[in-house]
């Protein structure tokens, strides 16, 4: 597997099919054996000077994983993340890009989130050994399938507005040893407009019996489906979900 820095012309054709809050630092992660491309978004820790050298090689890593994965923007990577990144200035977050066939359940984008996270411990000169995930829609299923097939041990997972029944049943689905490790919390809402809560509550709430580890669901039944109403409404769950 190689990663490539961006390059600086290809960097500047990219960046102007996206919004001007792009990830202050960037990678294309170009993944062996396939034509898959992934630009990615970096956001460092924000501190005083004296202080960025030792947070870059201390700081928690949080991996964003953005909705919408088979669309036909392949570069939502590099905004993806910026929202959360604010909230958390503490804190590494690398936000990869998922896009058509390479969704968050291909093999491509999993290899592509790992290849990002070894290029964040080159660049720091430190190991990147334990990550948090967190996934709104459809990226949720970034977060239980890097649960499952990453490279790193994960701490904390913040799942929202999640359908985790389209990767099978729950009980089996808990049942890999990998998921029997850090916690897992799921938000979900009872005015969700995609995934309606008489079908995802039953599943987490499966799910969490079954997985015998700190798992839990908060329901808010005027919850809706976007990161923008967790984000606005019920920060002190984001918060919880993923710890300083």
Excluded at 3 to 12: E, I, K, M
Excluded at 64 to 87: I, P, Q, R
Excluded at 156 to 178: H, Q, T, Y
Excluded at 184 to 194: A, E, I, S
Aim: one cysteine or more.
């Amino acid at each position: 597997m190689k990663l490539f820095s961006l390059a600086v012309l290809l960097f500047a054709l990219l960046l102007s099919s996206v919004p001007v809050l792009a990830a202050p630092d960037s990678l294309l992660v170009d993944v062996r054996g396939t034509s898959f491309q992934s630009p990615t978004g970096i956001w460092w820790p924000k501190a005083a000077k004296a202080k960025v050298k030792t947070l870059r090689k201390t700081a928690p890593v949080v991996v964003w994983f953005h909705g919408g994965m088979g669309s036909a923007n392949c570069a939502k990577g590099l905004v993806a993340g910026t929202d959360f990144a604010e909230l958390y200035p503490e804190k590494i977050v690398v936000s990869v890009s998922a896009c058509r066939e390479n969704h968050w359940v291909s093999p491509a984008a999993i290899t592509a989130v790992d290849a990002a996270l070894d290029s964040i411990a080159a660049r720091r000169k430190a190991p990147v050994e334990r990550v948090s995930l967190v996934g709104v829609s459809d990226g949720s299923l970034g977060v239980l399938v890097y649960s499952l097939e990453g490279r790193r041990a994960v701490e904390d997972r913040l799942l929202m507005s999640s359908f985790g029944a389209f990767l099978g049943e729950s009980v089996g689905l808990a049942s890999p040893k990998k998921m029997r490790t850090g916690r897992f919390r799921f938000l979900q809402g009872g005015k969700d407009r995609l995934y309606p809560s008489d079908q995802t509550v039953p599943w987490i709430m499966e799910f969490c019996k079954a997985v015998q580890v700190d798992c839990e669901l908060r329901f808010d039944p005027e919850g809706e489906h976007d990161w923008s109403y967790w984000k606005a409404k019920r920060m002190d769950w984001v918060r919880d979900a993923i710890r300083k």
